[in-house]
DNA sequence: TTGAAAGCGCTAACAA
DNA sequence: TTGTTAGCGCTTTCAA
C-alpha cells in the first residue's frame, strides 16, 4: 500500500527535511488555501489534497512537484525524495478527471453488455476486467439489455465521459448493427458480432468445437456417435454439428440417428431426444450435446434405460457450464469456449487500437476440451461381461432403475 | 435518439437562424480553432466538438451556450433555440470530465465486486446498475477477487477518478473489515457486511427466508419437515435452520431427523442426506432444503426410493437459482432472496448518502417464496390410492440404484 | 534544476 | 438577456 488516504492528516504546511522553510500560515500566493478554512484538512477548497498543497509543503512549485511525482523532467533525486514524502503525508491522490481532461485520455473503457450479466457475457466482462483493471484503466459498466434505446443511451454517455474506447459483448446469435458509426473512439465485438465491414468481432469457433468434441469420442474407440442440440435457428447449433459431422466424415462415419437432432437448449429436451436415439439406434456408443443441459438430461437419460455412461454411451457437452456439467452423473466432458480468453483477447485489441493498431473482420478463438468421466475411454470388455458382445443389447427394455 | 456522434459533419460556422451572421472562417478570437486544421472537423484542437465551438456556430458566448443547453439562468427562447440546434449540427457532446472536474461531482460511482462475478454478486450488481445506469451515474466495475491488495488497489484508482461512492459487494459469509477507513465518499456493502460500526451494510434475512419455506410447507399440510442444508461454519446455514426451527416450534412441531443435516452445498449432499433421512425417518413428509442444488439433490434422491415429489415428500430450496430450480423434477419452490432488488436499495441508499442522508448498521431485507411443483399441495388422496393411509409405507425398503 | 504561466473544457459569478 | 472572467487540478512548454 502505498498510499493512505486518511482526508484529515495532522502535519501541514511544515516543509519537510531541509532547504528553502516555509511556515504553516503563509498567505498563498495564489490566494488560495486553508486560510478560511477552520477545519485542519490539508487541502484548499474542496476537502480534497491537491498538487498545489504537496507543492506547497515540500517548499516548490505545482509544476516541480508534477515532474518529480510523475518521474519527468529533470529533478533532484533530494526534491524528488521531498515531493513524495509530502504527497505520502497529506494522502494525495491525483485527480484523474483534471489529468484526462488536460491530456485527452481519460483511462476508462465502456463495456456495454447486452445480455444483461448472462452465462455467455459474464466470463467475457470477467476476461476485459482481468486485461484491465490491474492496469491503469477502469472499466464503466453499461447493462443494454438489448434495447436499443438503452444503448444509446450509455453510448452517449459513455462519450461524454470520453472513454477511450468501448467494448460490446453479447450472447452471440445473429451479426447486429454496429453501436454507432464513425464513433470518436475504437470499438470491439466480444461474442457477438458487428455487421459494420470494418469492426473488428471475436467469437468463439462452434466449428473447431463441435471437430473437438466429436475427434476426441473417435479417439475413444466410439463410432456410433449422435448429435443432440438446440434450435436449428441458432448459429451455434448449425456450427458445431457442421464441425462434427465434418470430424465424423474424415473418418468415413456417418451420424448415428441419422443427423444431429435440433430441438432445444433444455435438459428435457436432451432426455427426450436421447431417449428417442436410444430407441432408433441402439447401438450408439456416443453423444455429443449442443450443451452442457443437453448432455445431462442425455445422462440421465441414458441411465434410465439402463445403460452406463460412460462405458455403453460416452458423452460430450458443450459450454463447460462448471455447476451443469460437474453436477452431472457422471461429470461431464465438455467443450470450453474459453469466453474468459476471448474477453481478454478484446481488451487487449482494444488496447491496441487505442494505440492505433486497429484490426477488422470477425476472429474465431478455438474451443477446448475439460475432459471427465462422462467420456472415459472404455473399461476393458473382461471387466464389462457381455456388454460388448454383438447381438441384442443385453439391458431389458426398461428396468426400474 | 436525441444526439448523433457523426465526428465529420459537414456544416460549420454558418450561423443558424438569423440574427448576428458570423461565416464560416472567421479568426477566433481565441485564437484557437479550426484554422489550422484542413481536416473538415467541427472542433478545435482535440478532435471533439466543444462548447466553444457550438457557441461560435451559435453566435453566441461559451457561458450563454451552457446556460442555453443547460437551461440555467434567463436565456431567451430564440438563443437557446440556436444554440441547441448548433449543437446538434455539430454533435456536440459535453465533456463530462470538466464538468466534474468543475462541479466537484464525477457523476461516477464504484462498484467493487469481492466475489468476482459469483452467483450472488452478479444479481447485486445488476440491481445497483438497474438504480444507477439509466440515470446520470455510471458505473466503475472492479473485481477485486477477495484480494486485498487488488482491492486497496481498485479504491485508489476510484478515489483518483473521484467517483461520488463506493459500493462493495460480496457473498456475505462472515463481516469483513471495512474498505478504507476516514474514506471522502460514502460506501455501502451489499451482500457482504462490514465490521465498521460507521458502515452500512445490507443482506438478505436468513432467518426471515428459513421461516417462510417452513411457514409455507405447514401451510400445504405438511408436518413432519427434515432440514439439509450446507456447512454449519456458514451463518447463512445456521440462521436457515434457526428460522425453520422456529416456525415448526411456534406451531409445536420438532424438526424431523432430530435436527438439520449440515453437510455441504451440493447436490450431492442433498442426496446422501435425503437418503439417509428417509431411511431414519421414513415418515418426512417435506424436506427444506439450504439451497437449490441440495434440493434437486433430495429429489433425485426422493424419486430413487420410488417416492414422489410433491405428494410424498413437498421440497423447498433456497437460492431460486432459475437454472437448478427449473431444471429440477418437478421443478422447485424455492426462496428468493431478491438480490437484485437488494443491489438496487444499496444504490438507492447510497444516493442517499451522496446527498446527505446517511444511515450505519446492518439491514436485513426479507426473502420471498417463489412457487413451483415441489410443494404443491397433495392431491385429494382418492387419487393417490393408499398413500395417506396410516400404516408402513408402500414403498420398499430401497430398491437397487 | 526549478518556476511561471498557459490552458484542457466547462460553469458560475459578476458586469454590461 | 448576454458577455466576460476566473478557476476546477493538472501538465507542459518556456524562461530563468
Redesign the pocket.
Known sequence: MKHCWHRFSQVFFAVIGS??ETTANTVE????GVAADGNARG?????????????RLA????????????G?????????QRVRQAADRLG????????G????RSCTVGLITTDSFGRFSIPVMQGAEDALGPGSMSVFLCDSRDDRIREQHYLRTLLERRVDGIIVTGRRQDPREPVGSGLPVPVVYAMTQSTGPADLSLVPDDMQGGGLAVGHLLSTGRTRIGHVTGPLRFAASRLRAHGAEAALAETGLAMAGGGPLYGEWTEEWGRQATDALLRSAPDVDAIFCGNDQIARGAADAVRDTGRSVPDDVALVGFDNWEVIATACRPPLTTVDMNLRELGRTAAERLLAAINGQFAAGVQRLPCSLVLRESSRPRQPSALRPGLLADGPPPWPARPAD
Do not use: F, W
Request: glycine share 18%; aromatic share 2%.
Open positions: 532547504g528553502r500566493p495564489q490566494g488560495r487541502s484548499s477548497g474542496r476537502g480534497q489534497v491537491t498538487i498545489t498543497d504537496v507543492a517548499g516548490v512549485s505545482p509544476g516541480t512537484a508534477s515532474k518529480a511525482l510523475n519527468r523532467g529533470g529533478i533532484s533525486p533530494d526534491t524528488t494525495y491522490q491525483p485527480n484523474a478527471l483534471a489529468r481532461l488536460l491530456t485527452g
